[in-house]
T-cell receptor, first 111, second 118 residues
Framework: LAKTTQPISMDSYEGQEVNITCSHN???????ITWYQQFPSQGPRFIIQ???TKVTNEVASLFIPADRKSSTLSLPRVSLSDTAVYYC????????????FGSGTRLSIRP | DGGITQSPKYLFRKEGQNVTLSCEQN?????MYWYRQDPGQGLRLIYY???????QKGDIAEGYSVSREKKESFPLTVTSAQKNPTAFYLC?????????????????FGSGTRLTVV
């Protein structure tokens, strides 16, 4: 199972772009990279998933370099409601996988 | 709408009591998981099940037990052997794209149960 490393915390301001990087040096060929968002007293919520290069959806972009040893979650023009903990998860795409979560990045957005 | 339902949302346990947390999913997912989260901490895996009638211990299984008699259900029992059970418990399920009703690419979480020992 690939181990992930993320910054413990980050601060930013409303309207800014926030980039959170996750390191996963021993990622396997069949592993996908998924990011989750968690608010206090709630379950994590899926944000975005990718395998290589760039993926974009309505809330975020995910950048994955060719060696796939890291990934960067990009949140455009953050607001106060983006204050949450963000988890990077590396696991095989198929079901029946043992999921191991890292400690996550606590993102605080200020007015 | 498909998803995972955890109940109850809040649970209080007296010392020495066993309590059971419910987790039900209608996503037709094969795999289900239980995590524990302590204040300000990440998620730690308690047990997971890849298929009906089979389950494996995670990193912190001591003091917990599970069963998987139906694909849709994965209840967690916190036994009296768990010395510090006060925590937030999260259930999750995973399936491949196209397997039943998946809302995201594999892993869906419930809304959690907060267990407090009184």
């Amino acid at each position: 199972l690939a181990k992930t490393t993320q910054p413990i915390s980050m601060d930013s301001y409303e309207g800014q772009e926030v980039n959170i990087t996750c390191s996963h040096n021993n990622i396997a060929t069949n592993d996908y990279i998924t990011w989750y968002q968690q608010f206090p007293s709630q379950g994590p919520r899926f944000i975005i998933q990718g395998y290589k290069t760039k993926v974009t959806n309505e809330v975020a972009s995910l950048f994955i370099p060719a060696d796939r040893k890291s990934s960067t979650l990009s949140l455009p023009r953050v607001s106060l409601s983006d204050t949450a903990v963000y988890y990077c998860l590396v696991a095989p795409y198929s079901s029946a996988s043992k999921i191991i979560f890292g400690s996550g990045t606590r993102l605080s957005i200020r007015p | 709408d498909g998803g995972i339902t955890q109940s109850p949302k809040y649970l209080f346990r007296k010392e020495g009591q066993n309590v059971t947390l419910s987790c039900e999913q209608n996503l037709n997912h094969d795999a289900m998981y239980w995590y524990r989260q302590d204040p300000g901490q990440g998620l730690r895996l308690i047990y997971y099940s890849q298929i009906v009638n089979d389950f494996q211990k995670g990193d912190i299984a001591e003091g917990y037990s599970v069963s998987r008699e139906k694909k849709e259900s994965f209840p967690l029992t916190v036994t009296s052997a768990q010395k510090n059970p006060t925590a937030f418990y999260l259930c999750a399920s995973s399936g491949t794209l196209g397997q039943g009703k998946t809302r995201d690419y594999g892993y869906t979480f419930g809304s959690g149960t907060r267990l407090t020992v009184v």
